[in-house]
């Protein structure tokens, strides 16, 4: 039987080239996908191959990494998502990224009800494991919240994705094709920090005790905070997303997960991000958990995480404590993502604490410490500042006034920036002294 209908007929696997997109999105569909790493670009490549036969379409964009959906693709494909991760900030910088602002607690949510239809999915999941249970790999995506009302959902099986354990796995059954993919997995090699990334890491390592859990991402300063931590004791990692530098934590024992209530002795992430290390690390790793977004980002257990240590970067900090992480002027940069979702939770938890780390400066010179935030899009409002950390020290802003809060965000701007920062509070800043 050939077509549509012998693509359905035995629901085998089948060859991504034998993929016939023009039978399997509509003109007007939304196509979502898993994220991350977890991509399965082959799929989606032949997406925007057969994007002018299928007529106009539209996506929905995590984060990717890949470059599989390009500014030249949207001439007939209307791209949606969350902001600028990894490779979609080309798409940002266009302005050709139909931006939905919303926490990505809520994204499943979004997809259960409907708010955000989806009408066709492309999930990669793993090959199977000894039981015979696949997993969804590199990333335990939100996409499988639109599978319910999708009218067209499709497996790419990879051999190259890390068979990781979870507490939800993907039923085959539910999916009306499913497809083998064998191209590698994209991998993201560990950024490397230098004497300022190293130096906002020190002063936010001061806040880390042994039998902390932490929550910390990709990036210069991440990486630089978790090569400080080796001296500790019993830590524990509860994340949205992880890179290689895990790995030699654990390896050492210096991250056992052991003061956990939940999930004891268990990492726990939503996805990984890093090179071939850290999949095949994860491949068949019962104590490394990548977990589903409603899980990871949940706000009771986050609050429920005893020492729970939040760490995140922003693009600025204004002087009462108010967090820009996704523009700069007009551009996107970031992404709201997990970032007040983790925020909030380490708030919550019992010894909790929210700490944002940056650079004093960009590459060029400018104040990461700003009088007021220029986009006017704030991530985390000053009513969740806690700990703001550059080179220069650390401002503790939980419970302070707005004069003193002022005053402890410009003691550690750059000392050249200082005197305008006071200035211009003077000028902008209400609740000031004039």
Known sequence: MGGLAGLLDARCEIDVADIDFTQLVRPGDTVMWSQGIAEPTSLIRRLMAQRYEIGPFNVFLGGSYSATVLPVHTDFVTVYGMGAVGSNRALCRAEKMNVIPCHLSQLPALLDSGAIRVDVVLMQVSRPDHDGLHSYGAANSYAQHALARARMRIAAINDWAPRTASTRRPDLSD???????????????????????????????????????????????????????????????HSGVVGDAIVPLIESGVLDNSTKTLDRGRTVTNALAGTRRLSDFADGNPDLLVEPVDRTH??????????????????????????????????YLGTIGGQLDFVRGAL????????????????????????????????????????????????????????QRVKAMISIAHPDERDALMDAARKHVAGIAR
Do not use: W
């Open 175 to 237: 999916y009306d094709i499913v497809v083998r993919d064998q191209e590698p997995l994209v991998e993201l090699p560990s950024s490397t920090p230098d004497e300022t990334d190293s130096a906002v890491a020190a002063n936010i390592a001061r806040f880390i005790a042994d039998g902390a859990i932490l929550q910390v991402g990709i990036g210069t300063v991440p990486n630089a905070l978790l090569a400080a931590l080796g001296d500790r004791r019993r830590l524990g990692l």
């Open 298 to 331: 949940d706000h009771s257990v986050l609050a429920g995480l005893k020492g729970f240590v939040s760490v995140n970067s922003a693009v600025e900090v204004d002087l009462t404590g108010q967090v820009g992480s996704e523009v700069a002027g007009r551009h």
């Open 348 to 403: 919550a938890a019992e010894g909790g604490r929210s700490i944002m780390g940056l650079p004093a400066r960009t590459a060029k010179g400018t104040s990461r410490i700003v009088a007021r935030i220029e986009s006017a899009v704030v991530t985390v409002p000053r009513s969740d500042a806690d700990i703001i950390a550059t080179e220069f020290g650390i401002a503790e802003l939980r419970g302070k006034s707005i004069e």
